[in-house]
């Protein structure tokens, strides 16, 4: 079992729809992340959150600590949101350091 | 510089040939992760570097693979004699560490090189 699992896997919906992408992982963390990446590779980050509730725009990010467990939400949908989102958490590894153990991605298709 | 550079971009190497990767962090970041992207999965952590130490190489899947940081800055990655199963993208981010002296969570991740093994 990875210790990171996204749903859906792929996500296809029309312009203006209200989006849920699911994480849930399995180990202790210290940060939640969430990132995108548009084809040709590049991934930028949306979210860090450790706790609650944080909103950017047309995108919210929720986590629930005790159920291990994080949600993206993205409100009036476009096709500019299509890209694949990645949910990813930080786990230590030596002197304070954080690596990134990331889930396998759920590519969102917005049509018009 | 401004972000996380990488290169090259796309490399195509024949089965057998010894490949070098880049990585420019951004300026005065401490931290420096390699992660390995497979087609259609999330990427895995290859090895980390604090300045030029390589603290953590748990993730090179072989001793094909092999990191420098010499002078803590530049990166490069290393495989030799590649397979097909290394055939990816190749991400490289960088972060900084926080007035306290401790790492930060917050990584900068480059475009990657992607590598291609005929």
């Known amino acids: 079992k990875n210790e990171v699992e996204q749903s859906p896997q792929n996500l296809t919906a029309q312009e203006g729809e209200f989006i849920t992408i699911n994480c849930s992982y399995s180990?202790?963390?210290?940060?939640l992340h969430w990132l995108q990446q548009h084809p040709g590779g590049g991934i930028v980050s949306l979210f860090m959150l450790s706790s609650g509730k944080k909103k950017h725009g047309r995108l919210i990010a929720t986590i629930n600590i005790q159920e291990k467990h994080s949600s993206l939400h993205i409100t009036a949908s476009h096709p500019r949101d299509s890209a694949v989102y990645i949910c990813?958490?930080?786990?230590?590894?030596?002197?304070?350091?954080?690596?990134?153990?990331f889930g396998q991605g759920t590519r969102l298709t917005i049509n018009p | 510089g401004a972000g996380v550079s990488q290169s090259p971009r796309y490399k195509v190497a024949k089965r057998g040939q010894d490949v070098a990767l880049r990585c420019d962090p951004i300026?005065?970041?401490?931290?420096l992760f390699w992660y390995q992207q497979a087609l259609g999965q999330g990427p895995e952590f290859l090895t980390y570097f604090q300045n030029e130490a390589q603290l953590d190489k748990s993730g090179l899947p072989s001793d094909r693979f092999f990191a420098e940081r010499p002078e803590g800055s530049v990166s490069t990655l290393k495989i030799q004699r590649t397979q097909q199963e290394d055939s990816a993208v190749y991400l490289c981010?960088?972060?900084?560490?926080?007035?306290?002296?401790?790492?930060?969570?917050?990584?900068?991740f480059g475009p990657g090189t992607r590598l291609t093994v005929l």
């Open positions: 990813a958490v930080s786990l230590s590894i030596i002197q304070g350091a954080q690596k990134l153990v």
């Open positions: 981010a960088s972060s900084a560490f926080l007035a306290g002296g401790t790492p930060s969570n917050e990584q900068f």
């Open positions: 300026s005065g970041h401490v931290s």
């Open positions: 180990v202790g963390i210290s940060a």
